[in-house]
């Protein structure tokens, strides 16, 4: 392989990875707020809410702080992070009127994170434009579950699951941002 060769691959290579890192994730700060009140814009904005917590929790986890867990019954930070992710992919299900399946993925941190914003970004979004929340029923096979129960359950959820993240990792000496401001939504300068 000639030198010019290995340079332009290992360009290639290098500014595949930096954009991959670069990826503009939503939930830096939590989106401006609806005009007005309606079932669709409050139950968006409490998904907007917990992306925005999950992104600074779940924000330069390093190997110990993905590997740490309270106790032995409990779960690591990253099968924390799994489980939000599942949690993620059923408010997003609901809102999409898909049915949830079981099957298990096998993703990377980055993956799950990544993954998990989306998937709250694209929730939000719909229930933003909603004129009727209870359309977004919760499918399990033939089970429909109606859209309270995702309030009381994969939101509320994956809130407390955020909160423990920023406690192991507070735990594992890598606390979150400290311009984290979770009353205004935004990250102070």
């Known amino acids: 392989m000639s030198l010019k060769l290995v340079f332009i691959l290992s360009i290639g290579f290098s500014s595949s990875a930096q954009s991959l890192n670069e990826e503009k994730l939503p939930?830096?700060?939590?989106?401006e707020y609806s005009e007005k009140f309606t079932a669709g814009t409050m139950a968006a904005r409490m998904v907007d809410a917990l992306g925005f917590r999950f992104y600074w929790a779940s924000d330069s986890l390093t190997e110990k702080d993905l590997a740490y867990k309270a106790?032995?019954?409990g779960r690591t930070s990253l099968e924390t992070i799994q489980h939000i992710y599942n949690l993620s992919k059923i408010i997003v299900n609901s809102t999409l009127k898909?049915?949830?399946s079981n099957k298990k993925e096998?993703?990377?941190y980055i993956e799950l994170r990544v993954k998990t914003l989306h998937n709250l970004k694209i929730?939000?979004?719909?229930?933003?434009?909603s004129e009727d929340v209870s359309e977004y029923k919760i499918i399990f096979g033939d089970r429909e579950i109606p859209f309270w129960n995702q309030i009381n359950g994969p939101i509320a959820d994956s809130?407390?699951?955020c909160g423990q993240l920023v406690i192991?990792?507070?735990?594992?000496?890598n606390p979150i941002n400290p311009k984290v401001n979770h009353f205004t939504g935004k990250v102070s300068l």
């Open 106 to 108: 096998e993703l990377s």
């Open 123 to 129: 929730a939000a979004d719909i229930l933003r434009e």
């Open 71 to 73: 106790n032995e019954a």
């Open 159 to 161: 809130i407390w699951h």
């Open 27 to 31: 939930y830096y700060e939590v989106p």
């Open 168 to 173: 192991y990792r507070r735990n594992t000496g």
């Open 98 to 100: 898909q049915p949830n």
